[in-house]
């Protein structure tokens, strides 16, 4: 009793000293500590109770598609395969890796959401021969494929305010030795503790203090979730307190499976310029350019390792200090038993595996991005896309792209110093389906700025005349190519009192001549005269029906005085070189919400082709340019065999030189001029033709076989009459007629045989 009585009075004398101490403590308490964690137990849930994170939208070029028999070489092939960052390995047996031996090619295919679902990882073999694909092979299984198609490329990234390159995934996406080792090196209590660990702390500051300096951390991962969501990266006991206070609290409300996947998807792992990378999703992208599901122990140790320090222990900067970092997460793995003494000697004898260019693509082909916004502004505003976590997939081609970067500097270069002022700009499609497979708005093509392929409206000079033939042409009852018209000189009168006179470029009048010779030396008068015949408006009336507006209705319209860029003149001649089907030029196929389901498709459905006949006889007469006429540079070298059809095109005095040419696979648009609108002295055959054929030397494409057996026959004409004869007569010609319109005069040359048989003059 006595104990208890000294125990008593003890209390009531400390009670005397600490009573005030005490009442202002739980005054505090009372009115600041409660309403203070009250106020950041708001903030916790208002953050955790909408999780969401701002992940960037990102552009891909097109997922090439490859089938048994398509134009396809081995070189391009590889630049395909670099482009979408593919790293070229012995075996390639990782996803995102292919060998090459010659022209047989192994891939290793990554998973990757495509608009017809998700496309999963599987490694094949591709044979190539004679620039085809020769066949196609499913390593495992060993089947002959039909296709296969390879993920695309990463063209450009649209990051928010944050400029934070990340993606979100779940835990159950993620590799289970990066979730059990992460807590193994990280935060072995995590599932015991409430946020914070003291023994670890106590742990760490002794270890601290026996080393001398910082060795050891003693941060669980809710603390460290706290630094990233919530707090600056300050060091003083506020932020401290506040860390802790705050992580009880996430505690309190949350499981640790929520705490833990949001840990994943936000952790700083590394930078790229002002981009930051957050979770270890996108860090699996930018180090080894692969999905998550694909690493293995050492990869999953490395990026495990980043969190400690990404920027001291970065793979590229630092190889030493990472493979020492990840070698040591390794040995961490072993002591927990998550890998076996076997697995932990072949894991740290692999190499780091960092791909060689970091997985955050600079926006290289401005461009053709334009492009795309312009397409997409009908339904997201540029806000709407930046963060939107949203993939665009666009029909760029890179191999395309860049063989046309190629062909266009050194095309101009070749040109001299003189036109070092001259400026330049080219479109590729889809020759069949209208998808824009490369754009190119400056001679320095990756520099953002003014885009002379969308906005650079210049005269189209002599590329307009298929279009007057055409409108002729839709009249088989009237004109054929075989129809005679008369180069002679023209003088119409004008408003302003004056009269116009347009000259061949010759300067020469060539007396009566069949419209096939007329498109295919591009002269002036004859051209001027059949339009006159057709009508200006119906000409006019043609071009405005692919959507163009306010088309000069002058005569001179006939020669080209209409403004076009290089994307306008591709949509016109898109309708020739898809036989005569009016088809919209596009550069998205589709976008995908961040879960990789469609959110929109975008696609092109041709015209009804009520011209299709006519359209056939233009592209004929176009291939005869390429073959004898202006560009006949083309049917004098190798290129002859494509086939391809084509029209040169120069405006007044050699201001404007432009080329829009195509096979079967591709049509191409060349420009070359000045933005001051000076003479350049080039006309279409010197310098856009010369950029068109640098490209068509480099690109795999098919010729083009034109139709003409449906609708279409073929008679043997007399070209200075334009009537039928017979095919041994002398200067006989086979042409190509609407079928039901061949001639029906016919013109023999009895007279002709016998004058020659005697040995006299058939004049």
Not at 609 to 616: F, I, K, L, S
Not at 723 to 729: G, H, L, P, S, V
Request: with cysteine; charged share 25%; proline share 6%.
């Amino acid at each position: 009793m006595a104990f208890l009585s000294r125990c008593a009075e003890l209390a009531r004398l400390l009670w005397r000293w600490l009573r005030a101490p005490f009442w202002f403590g739980l005054g505090f308490v009372v009115a600041f500590a409660v309403p203070y964690a009250l106020y950041l137990d708001a903030q916790v849930r208002e953050r955790f109770d909408d999780l969401s994170w701002e992940t960037p939208t990102r552009i891909y070029a097109r997922a090439l598609e490859i089938a048994p028999g398509m134009p396809l070489d081995a070189a391009t092939l590889t630049v395909e395969l670099e482009a979408a960052r593919y790293d070229e390995v012995t075996g390639a047996r990782s996803p995102g890796s292919f060998m090459r031996d010659g022209d047989r090619f192994v891939i290793s295919r990554r998973a990757f959401a495509s608009l017809d679902g998700l496309e999963k990882a599987r490694r094949v073999e591709v044979a190539i021969a004679r620039s085809r694909v020769a066949a196609i092979r499913d390593i495992d299984t060993g089947k002959a494929l039909e296709r296969v198609r390879l993920d695309p490329a990463r063209i450009a990234t649209l990051y928010g305010a944050e400029q934070e390159e990340r993606r979100v995934a779940k835990l159950g996406q993620m590799p289970p030795l990066l979730v059990t080792g992460l807590q193994a090196v990280e935060d072995r209590s995590f599932k015991h503790h409430h946020g914070v660990d003291f023994i670890a702390i106590l742990r760490a500051s002794w270890a601290n203090l026996a080393a001398g300096h910082v060795v050891q951390g003693g941060s669980t991962l809710t603390q460290q979730l706290v630094k990233n969501l919530f707090l600056d990266r300050g060091q003083n006991f506020l932020r401290k307190g506040n860390e802790a206070l705050i992580a009880l609290l996430i505690e309190a409300r949350y499981d640790k499976h929520r705490i833990l996947e949001a840990y994943v998807n936000e952790i700083f792992l590394g930078q790229q310029g002002g981009q930051a990378v957050h979770g270890f999703a996108a860090a699996s992208e930018f180090y080894f350019g692969r999905e998550l599901n694909t690493l293995r122990a050492p990869d999953v140790a490395l990026l495990i390792g980043l969190v400690q320090g990404p920027s001291y222990y970065d793979p590229r900067r630092y190889p030493d200090r990472a493979l020492a970092r990840r070698n040591l997460v390794l040995q961490q793995f072993a002591d927990t038993g998550l890998i076996d003494a076997d697995e932990l000697a072949r894991a740290k004898a692999v190499p780091l595996g960092i791909s060689e260019t970091p997985g955050l693509p600079r926006n290289r082909f401005p461009a053709f991005l334009d492009l795309v916004r312009t397409q997409l502004k009908r339904d997201y505003d540029d806000a709407a896309l930046r963060g939107a976590g949203l993939s665009v997939l666009t029909t760029l081609v890179p191999a395309t792209q860049l063989a046309a970067e190629k062909a266009l500097r050194e095309s101009l270069a070749a040109l001299g110093k003189k036109q070092d002022d001259t400026q330049a700009a080219l479109v590729v499609t889809g020759a069949r389906d209208g998808e824009v497979q490369a754009v190119i708005g400056d001679r320095a093509p990756d520099q953002p700025g003014f885009n002379r392929a969308l906005d650079a409206r210049r005269p189209i000079g002599s590329l307009v005349k298929p279009f007057v033939f055409l409108t002729a042409l839709a009249q088989p009852q009237r004109y054929s190519l075989a129809s005679i018209v008369e180069d002679a000189p023209v003088s119409l009168p004008q408003p302003n009192g004056k009269n116009w006179m347009p000259q061949n470029a010759d300067k020469t009048a060539h007396g009566r001549v069949a419209l096939i010779d007329v498109l295919t030396n591009s002269w002036n008068l004859s051209t001027v005269r059949l339009g006159m015949l057709v009508g200006v408006d119906r000409v006019r009336a043609l071009i405005e029906s692919f959507g163009f507006r306010g088309i000069n209705p002058n005569p001179s319209l006939l020669l080209g005085a209409v403004d076009l860029s290089p994307i306008e003149v591709a949509q016109l001649y898109q309708y020739f070189a898809a036989d005569g089907h009016a088809l919209p030029v596009i550069a998205v196929r589709g976008v995908l919400d961040r879960d990789g389901k469609p959110l929109r498709r975008y696609g092109s459905k041709p015209g009804a082709g009520d011209y299709v006949e006519a359209a056939r006889l233009v592209t004929y007469a176009m291939q005869q340019v390429n073959l004898r006429g202006t560009a006949r540079a083309v049917g004098n070298g190798p290129l002859a065999t494509l086939n391809s059809a084509g029209k040169t095109g120069t405006s007044d005095d050699s201001r404007d030189s432009w080329y829009a040419g195509f096979t079967a696979d591709h049509l191409a648009v060349v420009w070359v001029g000045r933005d001051d609108n000076k003479p350049t002295g080039l006309v279409g055959a010197t310098g856009a033709l010369r950029v068109w054929m640098s490209l068509f030397d480099a690109l795999p494409t098919r010729p083009l076989d034109l139709n003409l057996s449906q609708g279409i026959e073929l008679a043997w004409v007399n070209p200075e009459s334009g009537q039928r004869t017979e095919a041994d007569c002398p200067g006989a010609r086979q042409l190509p007629f609407v079928a039901g319109y061949v001639p029906e005069q016919e013109q023999g040359c009895t007279m002709e045989r016998l004058r020659e048989w005697f040995g006299g003059d058939p004049q």
